[in-house]
């Protein structure tokens, strides 16, 4: 989250949306990049958050992404590892953080996943991250399946921190 929170500073984005949460999950987590795909899949993934980052997401720079999962105010103090987070949040952003703690409550884990949050930027069909994930050709459904069979079979070992 750190790093998503860098590059929305960087890009000069208002607030760390979906976009940067998919982003950093793809540059940090090994399972997340498995569950994306092979490496054709993964560069061109990437290539379309690149170009979001130099310009494709300016149409989004002024907006609030809101795919009205939840309401919430401007920023959402979080828990990471190095303390409280008063970064600001995209109501999308926050509902997919949320959703991932949730998750890993409801599996009895200590820390959220990166593919736990994966799957909670997916659940959200409105969301910047699975915009950017169908424009560079990846089908979410497949996706989604991908993700809960990784975690049925418990072989997910990263961690993002609630």
């Known amino acids: 989250m750190v790093g998503a929170r860098r590059r929305a500073l960087r890009d000069g984005d208002r607030q760390v949306d979906t976009a940067h949460l998919l982003h950093s999950l793809l540059e940090c987590d090994p399972e997340v990049r498995a569950a ?3 490496p054709p899949r993964l560069a061109r993934l990437l290539g379309y958050l690149v ?3 130099i310009g494709y997401g300016l149409r989004w720079q002024a907006s609030v992404e809101d795919s009205g999962a939840i309401a919430v105010g401007p920023a959402l103090a ?3 590892g190095g303390g409280p987070d008063t970064g600001r949040w995209s109501p999308a952003a926050a509902a997919a ?3 991932a ?3 890993t409550r ?3 884990g200590p820390r959220a996943t990166g593919t736990d949050l994966l799957a909670a930027l997916l659940a959200d069909p409105q969301s910047r991250a699975v915009e950017v994930l169908g424009r560079a050709g990846v089908r979410v459904p497949d996706l ?4 809960e069979a990784m975690a049925r079979e418990g072989t997910d070992d990263g961690e993002a921190a609630c």
């Open 78 to 80: 979080i828990r990471t």
């Open 101 to 103: 703690c949730g998750r």
């Open 51 to 53: 170009q979001r980052s």
């Open 144 to 147: 989604c399946a991908r993700v």
């Open 106 to 108: 409801r599996r009895g």
């Open 36 to 38: 994306v795909g092979g």
């Open 97 to 99: 953080l949320s959703d």
